[in-house]
């Protein structure tokens, strides 16, 4: 199949929403225009800058169209959040797949018990994958040697491929199996901020996993096509125009149309899962805790002692230290996607050694931590925001979380891999990004480990966020109450 050559390189307007979809809350005018071209599509790719709410569009859009069961295939960090979204904006039942249910979790779909289903990239062949034809001896397999298990995979009628720039390589199994799975279906929808960083052939495997490559004419013509000359592009300006027509869209969070139906600071959390070594390490400090708390159980907020209060101060920050650097690997992920995108990120943390971690992982990066004088703090600022090799600002939150300034104007993301004790504290170190002189809208992710006590720590911070809380003061001045709370907590 070729395309036709084009004459009228017009980019159409977004379609209105013109049909009620049964939401718990209304989409704001420019997703719904980006709901109504889903529904028109059915497959389709939403570029959104992040933000702009492409979780709620897919999640309307899905509904809309009632393409129940709907598989969702995204990072392992993001699953539960996922869940958390069908649950915050309609009255579908999502479950994300675990062991317990590997044999049986369709009986859920068919008994009513859920309509959603949600899986990591690396989990999808445990779940969805029967076998692979043999194939030669140093030869790869091919998406034709993987046999599905069609009878859980013909039940479903949509996916949405969460980050799906992350199959841009043909060769991967994560492609290859995504591939097997969504080729089968309807209903495909593909969500990314970072379409192709490199060259147009990064397109090729995203437009394969949603079932619009014969659009652009198949993949010898698209290489031949859009692929071509020393730099390996060609023909960009017809191919915008051809995938805005068939199966793509894009708004900026800067656009004035869009900015002012957002909040000038948003949050939004990831969850990660911790890595064997720090789960196990973890465990274990649980376990050592829950020894020493055993003493005490019957300790009220006035009789606790101040030694028993500090020596459960550094048991619990031993958990949370844990915590940090388990996900480092989940938070290391996001963060390389805004890197993608070209936008620089200011990340805060408590220990000195995830700092270390963060250079060491982003080599061109600076840092600002306690141990810096006024000059050198500045000069980490300077060269941040001078240089456009330096993506990452490692912070700690007590060096940087007050009396900085200077990054408002250059970053709109603040990322939290370590937590403080009270919201003020939170507060502050956000609005290092958004303060006077910020022309954007400043999204504050915050990295949790799964099933440790930066969930507890993170509701606590909320808590005092509603209640209004304005407790100010060290890292370390921690209320009696919260003692009595995290002892409740492991007791």
């Known amino acids: 199949m070729s395309i036709p050559v084009l004459t009228d390189y017009t980019i159409p307007d977004l379609p209105e929403l013109d049909v009620s979809i049964p939401l718990k809350i209304d989409p704001r005018p420019y997703q719904a225009r980006g709901i109504a071209y889903g529904i028109q599509k059915e497959c389709f790719i939403n570029g959104d ?39 915050k904006f309609t009255k579908v039942k999502a479950i994300v797949l675990e062991d317990s249910v590997k044999n049986n979790f369709m009986e859920y779909y068919r008994a009513g018990m859920a309509q959603v289903f949600i899986v990591n990239y690396e989990s999808v062949r445990k779940y969805f994958i029967d076998s692979i034809a043999p194939v030669k001896s140093g030869e790869r397999f091919k998406v034709s040697d993987v046999n599905v298990k069609t009878k859980v995979v013909d039940m479903f009628k949509s996916a949405i491929v969460d980050e799906i720039h992350k199959l841009k390589d043909f060769t991967t199994q994560n492609y290859k199996f995504t591939r097997s799975i969504t080729k089968r279906l309807p209903v495909v929808i593909g969500l990314t901020g970072t379409m192709f960083v490199n060259t147009p052939w990064d397109l090729a495997a995203q437009l394969m996993i949603i079932n619009r490559m014969q659009y652009f004419g198949g993949f010898a013509f698209f290489k031949q096509r859009y692929c071509a000359g020393p730099q390996k592009a060609s023909n ?27 909040p000038d600071k948003a949050r939004q959390i990831v969850m990660c899962d911790l890595d064997a070594k720090h789960r196990k390490e973890y465990q274990q400090a649980v376990n050592n805790l829950k020894g020493y708390l055993k003493q005490y159980k019957s300790a009220s907020e006035e009789t606790v002692e101040q030694s028993m209060k500090g020596e459960v101060m550094v048991r619990i920050g031993i958990l949370k230290n ?5 996900k480092l690997q989940d938070a290391f992920n996001f963060i390389n996607d805004l890197i993608s995108q ?8 408590n220990l000195l050694d995830v700092v270390d971690q963060i250079q060491a992982k982003y080599k061109n990066s600076v840092r600002i931590t306690g141990g810096q004088d006024g000059k050198e703090k500045q000069a980490a600022i300077d060269k941040f925001r001078s240089d456009p090799k330096i993506m990452v600002i490692a912070c700690t939150i007590k060096a940087a979380g007050t009396g900085v300034d200077g990054l408002q104007d250059v970053s709109s993301n603040a990322c939290f891999i370590e937590l403080g004790w009270h919201s003020a504290i939170m ?32 509701k606590l911070i909320e808590t005092k966020r509603e209640l209004g809380s304005t407790i100010t003061g060290a890292e370390n001045n921690v209320d009696v109450s919260i003692i ?8």
């Open 236 to 262: 960009l300006r017809e191919l915008n125009v051809l995938l805005n027509r068939v199966c793509y869209f894009r708004r900026n969070k800067s656009d004035p149309e869009i900015k002012k139906y957002l």
């Open 342 to 349: 070209g936008q620089k990120v200011v990340v805060f943390c």
């Open 427 to 458: 507060d502050q170190a956000e609005d290092r990004c958004y303060r006077s002189g910020q022309h954007k809208n400043v999204m504050c992710t915050y990295f949790l480990g799964k099933d440790t006590i930066d969930e507890w720590n993170y």
């Open 49 to 87: 800058d992040m933000g702009l709410g492409k979780t709620f569009q897919s999640i309307a859009t899905i509904t809309a169209l009632k393409a129940f069961p709907c598989l969702v295939i995204c990072p392992s960090g993001v699953k539960e959040n996922w869940r958390r979204e069908w649950q």
């Open 484 to 491: 009595s709370d995290v002892m409740n907590l492991f007791t």
């Open 322 to 326: 844990i915590s940090a650097r388990g």
